[in-house]
């Protein structure tokens, strides 16, 4: 027998956190039970934040020709999946494409490129980029570019980067299953950059 999703709602709504089975509960229903996990889970929503929304506009501004072999990623070297591949994008259509961001009222711009870690080359072209975004329009700038060190956060933090979009994927013990180019503690490394250089990440904090 289910939970009770409503009581589940009840019990976020009057400020209480959901128990490790609770929520474990909720992963495990079947999907018959989804209907009404959406319904419970949309009256906590409506009560924070109504019907609005926060638009994020998503750039794939290099895709593809990526040396990891990260298995979930369609982008890896082990993928067979039918891609666009592509180097960095000119700065014309990144810019072109923040203006549409704009367009939108989009209230942050995010810039996803492919691969390990930036280039040096590719890097200083990111900043250049960061730094026109910024001075044209007013929206925050997430980006996610692979492992990072300390240097080139601090110098994305100058450029006008908000956000760093980078996941811890899987638990340290199950890393070696997902991916064995690189090991859990360089993202951990990563994350840590990011946060010493004073940006917020949008996933994956440690």
């Known amino acids: 027998m289910p ?3 409503n009581a589940l709602a009840n019990l976020s709504l009057a400020g209480s956190l959901l128990s490790r089975e609770q929520a474990q509960a909720v992963l495990r229903a079947p999907e018959s039970e989804l209907l009404a996990q959406l ?3 949309y009256r906590v929503r409506h009560h924070y934040w109504g019907n609005r929304v926060r638009l994020h506009f998503l750039l794939n501004a290099q895709s593809g020709l990526c ?7 369609s982008q890896s070297k082990i ?12 700065a014309e259509k990144i810019l072109a494409a923040a203006a549409r961001a704009s367009q939108l009222k989009a209230g942050t711009f995010c810039f996803v490129i492919s691969g390990r870690s930036p280039s040096e080359r ?3 072209r990111v900043l250049e980029t960061v730094r026109t975004v910024k001075s044209q329009y007013n929206f ?12 080139q956060t601090r110098q994305l933090a100058e450029a006008g980067v908000d956000r760093v979009n980078h996941n811890l ?5 199950f890393h070696g ?18 946060q010493s250089a004073g940006i917020t990440t949008c996933s994956g904090g440690i």
């Not at 040396?67 to 990623?73: G, L, N, Q, R, S």
């Not at 994927?169 to 013990?173: K, R, S, V, W």
């Open 3 to 5: 939970p009770d999703w």
């Open 39 to 41: 319904a419970a889970v």
């Open 67 to 73: 040396p990891e072999d990260c298995h979930y990623c």
């Open 79 to 90: 993928s067979s999946a039918e891609i666009e591949k592509y180097p960095l994008l000119a």
């Open 122 to 124: 590719v890097f200083e």
């Open 140 to 151: 925050k700038v997430c980006a996610c570019l692979g492992l990072l060190n300390e240097d």
């Open 169 to 173: 994927n899987t638990a340290e013990n």
């Open 177 to 194: 299953n997902i991916c064995t180019t690189h090991g859990f503690g360089d993202r951990v490394s990563t994350l840590k950059a990011v």
